[in-house]
């Protein structure tokens, strides 16, 4: 079969692709193939009111499950109300919108064999020829960039009696500090239903499934919420880059292939939030004048180059946090870092700090030893 456009899995990137071309170029014949059952997997995304436009809100909206006027962050030193908007997708709302948009061209349940930048050779062994062919499988491990991790479980929960809560917990670290920096980071969808995930930055992959789910039982038990079902659950490990080059990932796979998400490197560095950077890609290729594997390749390269280039001083963060900070201790950094002027932890999140903000965030007397945070910073590590 020729197509316009095939896209290898069915993420949020991809997702998002595939939506923005049925709004702006519906003449393209696209097929998005995904080797789960539905697209998005089983995720929940999130976004800032200020990471987006307002255009790029306006054709994201349909998407959202749920939105907040404010958030909240809990430390073991205080606790603090932030303003501004927040947003969540969750997968199954995900793959309603997508999947009606792209109607017939959505097949699920396949897999991927092989692939280049102009055809798929799917499991069954049939093929699929196409001018632009877009990679957007996840991370590709690549050699040659070190990571720390942040790895996740969560659980949809049904209370018996309301929460109470009427905005999201972005971080509670009130709890016990294991494995690195961790907290509960907590979505309530209605009065009675939330979203609790156990979050680690750990310096591994790794995790105990059944302490995590315990653990979150636990935190709804702490805070006097009857459970009254278990539903949904989520789980992940995302990459937190320390170092290395753009070219580690972005040359990993067939030459020429297009990729994205963080398959191509575009995602926050230090929070691993992606929507933003699957937004705007998704508009970008969507404008392309010839929608071909060529165009788009060199489009991707040279903004997942310009991202990586101006995630440096992120990449010096993340030093600080992993190597220049005892595990237990990692709490110290956001702590301090959520002091800040609501202002400047909006462009934070959205990955726009200006030189201001940079001097603001390291300047005083560090949350981590002396030595040991100009070692991680300048590399010496």
Request: aromatic share 10%.
């Given at each position: 079969m020729s197509l316009d456009v095939v896209l290898a899995g069915g993420g949020l990137a991809n997702g998002l692709i595939a939506l923005r071309l049925r709004?702006?170029?519906p003449e393209l014949s696209l097929a998005v193939v995904e080797q789960g059952p539905s697209l998005g997997g089983n995720h929940t995304w999130s976004f800032h009111t200020t990471d987006l436009t307002e255009a790029e809100r306006d054709w994201v909206r349909p998407l959202l499950s749920r939105s907040w006027p404010s958030h909240?962050?809990?430390?073991?030193?205080?606790?603090?109300?932030?303003?501004?908007?927040?947003?969540?997708?969750?997968?199954?709302?995900f793959h309603e919108v997508v999947a009606g948009a792209v109607d017939g061209a959505l097949r699920t349940g396949t897999g991927i064999a092989?692939?280049?930048?102009?055809?798929?050779?799917?499991?069954?062994?049939?093929?699929?020829?196409?001018r632009c062919v877009i990679d957007g499988r996840g991370w590709p491990q690549p050699?040659?960039?070190?990571?720390?991790?942040?790895?996740?479980?969560?659980l949809d929960l049904r209370l018996a009696e309301p929460h109470g809560l009427g905005v999201p917990i972005l971080m509670d670290a009130s709890c016990e500090q294991l494995d690195g920096y961790r907290f509960f980071y907590v979505l309530p969808w209605s009065e009675t239903e939330l979203?609790?995930?156990?979050?680690?930055y750990s310096d591994t992959p790794d995790s105990d499934l059944g302490r995590l789910r315990s653990a979150v039982l636990g935190y709804a038990e702490q805070k006097g919420w009857k459970?009254?079902?278990?539903g949904r659950e989520e789980t992940g490990v995302l990459p937190i880059p320390l170092s290395g080059s753009a070219t580690a990932f972005l040359d990993v796979g067939p030459p020429g292939l297009p990729r994205s998400g963080l398959r191509a490197g575009l995602f926050h560095l230090?929070?691993?939030?992606?929507?933003?950077?699957?937004?705007?890609?998704?508009d970008a290729i969507a404008a392309l004048p010839l929608v071909d594997s060529a165009s788009v390749e060199r489009l991707v390269r040279a903004r997942a180059t310009e991202h990586w280039r101006r995630g440096a001083f992120f990449r010096v963060l993340n030093r600080m946090?992993?190597?220049?900070?005892?595990?237990?201790?990692?709490?110290?950094?956001?702590?301090r870092f959520y002091r800040s002027s609501p202002a400047l932890i909006e462009r934070f999140y959205a990955g726009r700090l200006t030189l201001f903000d940079r001097v603001r965030i390291l300047t005083g007397r560090p949350p981590v030893p002396v030595l040991a945070a100009l070692r991680s910073a300048f590399g010496a590590i």
């Open positions: 709004q702006l170029r909240r962050v809990v430390f073991p030193r205080y606790e603090r109300s932030l303003p501004g908007g927040y947003h969540s997708i969750r997968s199954e709302r092989e692939l280049g930048p102009g055809w798929v050779v799917l499991d069954d062994g049939s093929h699929l020829e196409a050699a040659g960039v070190r990571l720390g991790y942040q790895k996740f479980l969560g979203l609790v995930e156990d979050t680690t459970v009254e079902q278990v230090t929070t691993s939030y992606s929507l933003p950077w699957a937004v705007r890609l998704a946090l992993f190597c220049a900070a005892q595990p237990e201790q990692r709490v110290r950094i956001f702590q």
